[in-house]
């Protein structure tokens, strides 16, 4: 652990840069391979004499050398609060993740979590969501974030789960190639992986550093889950979220994700 005197941009800096040195302490585990190598195969080798080597192949592979921290990133980091939020985001745990696009979820969508009446659906939204989001949707999201229903189609479809992928059988399996999404993101039922998108974009039009990390760790798919709901003009085109929003959702994550809130430096 760093010491607490060093700056807040110093240590977003530093760990920026433990990921790009070692990948497989971020990345999602079922996009580490290097094809045509899968990440099961691979992983021996992560882990042996040699495991440096391949820790910079697959950070090459994944693109993440090309994120090492220039100028202007390192300005942001010290002279813009929202840059330092999004590269504390795309950085975090898994978990921090999960719960910030849980609780951005039920405040985007909270139109079709108050229309689910079905007893499947509230069941989904329960495992799915949790609890302490759904509250979100119902008591604070019309008040605090009304902005972000903009997003909510009301399409029913928002909470069906997606179907398996199909498996690859015999001599096509062989050559492994780094899937689009993580299966962790991929198996979400829409709700959460239309939030996966929103996040996503808020993140790169803040930052486009630590846009293309998310990217490297949950795969480049994740650009195309932003919901066209909400976007119109030179956003729509560019497929981008526009700054008062990204202002709105950056409000909501740091006052529902604690690790991510502004009094912690």
């Known amino acids: 652990m760093m010491p607490p005197g060093i700056p807040r941009s110093v240590r977003l800096q530093c760990s ?8 497989a ?53 010290r002279t813009k ?17 999960r719960a910030g696009v849980r609780q951005l979820a039920a405040a985007t969508f909270r139109k079709t979590i108050g ?13 799915h969501v949790g609890e302490e989001a759904l509250l979100t949707a119902t008591r604070q999201a019309e008040t605090f974030w009304p902005s972000l229903s903009v997003y909510d189609t009301l399409d029913p479809g928002l909470l069906a789960a997606p179907q398996e992928p199909a498996q690859a059988h015999g001599e096509a399996a062989a050559a492994w190639s780094r899937p689009r999404l993580s299966r962790e993101i991929a198996l979400l039922p829409a709700i959460l992986r239309q939030a996966w998108g929103i996040l996503h974009a808020c993140v790169d039009a803040t930052d486009k550093t630590s846009g293309a990390m998310l990217r490297a760790r949950f795969g480049a798919g994740l ?10 003009g030179p956003a729509a085109a560019a497929r981008s979220i526009p700054a008062p929003q990204c202002a709105v959702i950056f409000n909501l994550l740091q006052r529902k994700v604690p690790a991510w809130s502004t009094s912690i430096d």
């Not at 229309?115 to 495992?127: G, I, P, Q």
Request: charged share 25%; net charge negative; no cysteine.
């Open 223 to 232: 650009a195309d889950l932003l919901p066209a709901g909400g976007l119109r």
């Open 25 to 77: 302490s971020l990345v999602a585990s079922d996009l580490q391979g290097l094809s045509p190598w899968d990440p099961d195969r691979l992983k021996p080798f992560r882990d042996g004499p040699n495991g440096d080597l391949v820790a910079r192949a697959l950070a090459a592979d994944l693109g993440l050398h090309d994120l090492a921290a220039g100028d202007s990133l390192a300005v942001g980091l």
């Open 81 to 97: 609060e929202d840059v330092r939020l999004a590269l504390q985001i795309a950085i975090a745990p898994a978990s921090e993740l």
């Open 16 to 23: 920026l840069a433990a990921a790009i040195t070692n990948p």
């Open 115 to 127: 229309n689910a009446v079905r007893k499947a659906d509230r069941m989904m939204l329960s495992e």
